[in-house]
């Protein structure tokens, strides 16, 4: 047991001092190749940043595994998946890609991890169901990457939300594989993912000194996606949802975002100012405050999961209830989803339409 703790305490503080020792040369190949960060309407900050943050992270990736890894195939996978998703961010940090040109570099990065690393979403069972995806496994499993990319991605609005919530995500999956006596592949992704996220918060968490950049959005969620699929593949459908309710604050940002631009007519892609963070930030919390809330928030959803996973489920589920029901009263007091002061008006011009007919018809 004892160097079991050494070993993750070794694999965190390595990767953590080189990423928070590197992230300075970082900042400055950024201003260099033009990796630049400008504020724009929907932006917060109000100066030019450096946002190759993502770099940082990958190279402690990288070393968290040449000194704590194994080869195998899968892991061939994965260091190839992960060099796309790296080149596709840093590419978008330097000349901004377009959405679709994205879209095609995750595609590519989750293809890799099916087809060639075999990390797949087979099936699951659940309530007494049994789901065998056959083929579908392929697009399946390449969506799940996809999304779990993009909802990082989306969230990544504050200095240190992206990579908090994901230092999150790793030392949630490190506990509950560490308490359950797995130490496979996503135990050694997990902790060596933990110590690099944390090394970059040290220069992103308010007031930032350079941004996680696409580059770093997209290669977390990559990993989380990775990590959640070694782990839980193959299980009930049950314990497949854990690490996504790990994840549930920037799931549910990316559901309301979704939902909020269809409402409007808008395309899904575009950028607005309406996520989770920007309507806390509208009721004058301070940028750290809004980011610690969120912190907080997602801290107990791991804390719920650890708690169902390794102890309670009952108890387990009465917390996500009472999360649950936070975050339907967040909806219903703020405009997360939709302009509330809009839909008053339309409903009322709808109401104002409904007498004028009924009374037009009474008269005839």
Known sequence: MEYLFERIFLMVFITFLFVAGIIPYIRKLAFKIGAIDVPRDRH?????????????????????YMIFG?????????????????????????????????????????????????ILLHDVSAFGFYIDFGILSYPITILFIVACINCINLIDGLDGLSGGISSIYFLTIGIIATMQGKFGL??????????STLGFLVHNFYPATIFAGDSGSMFMGFIISVIALLGFKNVTMTSFIIPLLILAIPILDTIFAILRRMIKGENIAKG?????????????FSQKTTVLIIYIMDMLFAFASIVYVLKDRTLGYFIYGL?????VAFVLKTNVIAD??????????????TKVRSHNYRKK
């Open 186 to 195: 996503d135990f050694v992704l997990a902790f060596i993912m933990l110590g």
């Open 70 to 118: 194994t080869h195998s195939s899968i892991m061939n996978a994965i260091l190839i998946g992960s060099f796309l998703i790296i080149l596709t961010g840093v590419l978008d940090d330097m000349i901004e890609l377009g959405p679709l040109t994205k879209l095609v570099g995750q595609i590519g990065a989750a293809s890799v991890i099916a087809f060639y690393g075999q």
């Open 340 to 353: 509330r002061e809009t839909l008053k008006s339309k409903i009322g011009e709808k109401m104002k339409a």
């Open 323 to 327: 999360l649950l029901i936070i975050i």
């Open 272 to 284: 607005d100012k309406f996520h989770i963070h920007h309507q806390l930030l509208n009721r004058n």
């Open 44 to 64: 917060i900050h109000k100066k030019k940043m450096p946002k190759l943050g993502g770099l940082a992270i990958f190279f402690g990736f990288l070393l968290g």
